[in-house]
């Protein structure tokens, strides 16, 4: 079983920085992209940020410039490096990943695992 365990987020100021954590666990035999989702309040989950095994990213326009993603391969870890955080940047933030897992018999399955999120609240 693959779970992926976020940690980092809180209550910050406008202006603000924080660092998102997600480290996935268990039996997992690669790991193709890994990437943050985030979710307010009645509104739909949107794409943050995304890495590719091999390094490439990309960022939602309204992140863009603010927020770094990167990722250590030896440890199955994915950050979110937050800088100048606003208050619509308030919002539950979700951690995911395209991974193979091993099954039994040494068998693999492609999965899209999420973590159970980490909420961000940018206020004064």
């Known amino acids: 079983q693959v779970q992926l365990v976020e940690s980092g987020g809180g209550l910050v100021q406008p202006g603000g920085s924080l660092r998102l954590s997600c480290a996935a666990s268990?039996?997992?035999?690669?790991?193709?992209?890994m990437g943050w989702y985030r979710q307010a309040p009645g509104k739909q989950r949107e794409l943050v940020a995304v890495?590719?095994?091999?390094?490439?990213?990309n960022y939602a326009d309204s992140v863009k410039g603010r927020f770094t993603i990167s990722r250590d391969n030896a440890k199955n870890t994915v950050y979110l490096q937050m800088n100048s955080l606003k208050p619509e940047d308030t919002a539950v933030y979700y951690c995911?990943?395209?991974?193979?897992?091993?099954?039994?018999?040494?068998?693999?399955?492609?999965?899209?695992?999420w973590g159970q999120g980490t909420l961000v609240t940018v206020s004064s």
């Open positions: 995911n990943a395209g991974l193979y897992a091993i099954v039994e018999d040494s068998g693999y399955r492609w999965l899209e695992v």
């Open positions: 268990g039996s997992i035999f690669s790991i193709n992209a």
């Open positions: 890495i590719t095994s091999g390094g490439s990213t």
